[in-house]
């Protein structure tokens, strides 16, 4: 079972209740090895759209990509690597797929994220 110990649960972020299977948004995804998380958005922009997410709380994904660059980049490699190895499961994923993430207030919570969209 995933040991998120270290994450403090808040109103704010709910990833940390979500990888403790809290709430019942579906984890797509788990590697507690490199302490990553693929999960189902919960307001979906496309047919597939996912979060790629780290365990710990590291700030945004700004803060990541500045404060631990290579961090930042396993996390971009898992979610493309994760993505193209569901293909068979989610078909839309063939026809190719994006990886965005947002930077500044745009970025409405605060927790480091990838997002997977499918692009149909």
């Known amino acids: 079972m995933l040991d998120l110990d270290d994450v403090p649960l808040n109103n704010e972020n709910p990833f940390p209740a ?45 803060d990541l990509m500045c404060g631990d660059r290579e961090r930042f980049l396993d996390l971009i490699d898992y979610a493309i690597n994760v993505a193209k190895s569901q293909t068979e499961e989610y078909p839309l994923l063939q026809q190719g ?23 149909e």
Not at 21 to 36: A, L
Not at 97 to 119: D, Q, R, V, Y
Request: hydrophobic share 40%; glycine share 4%; proline share 3%.
């Open 18 to 62: 979500i990888l403790q299977g809290d709430t019942q948004e579906k984890i797509v995804h788990q590697d507690d090895e490199k302490r990553f998380a693929i999960i189902e958005a919960l307001h979906p922009e496309a047919a597939v759209h996912w979060l790629a997410v780290t365990y710990e709380d590291s700030g945004n994904t700004e």
């Open 97 to 119: 797929f994006s990886i965005k993430f947002h930077c500044g207030a745009f970025e409405t919570i605060p927790h480091a994220k990838l997002h997977i969209l499918t692009t």
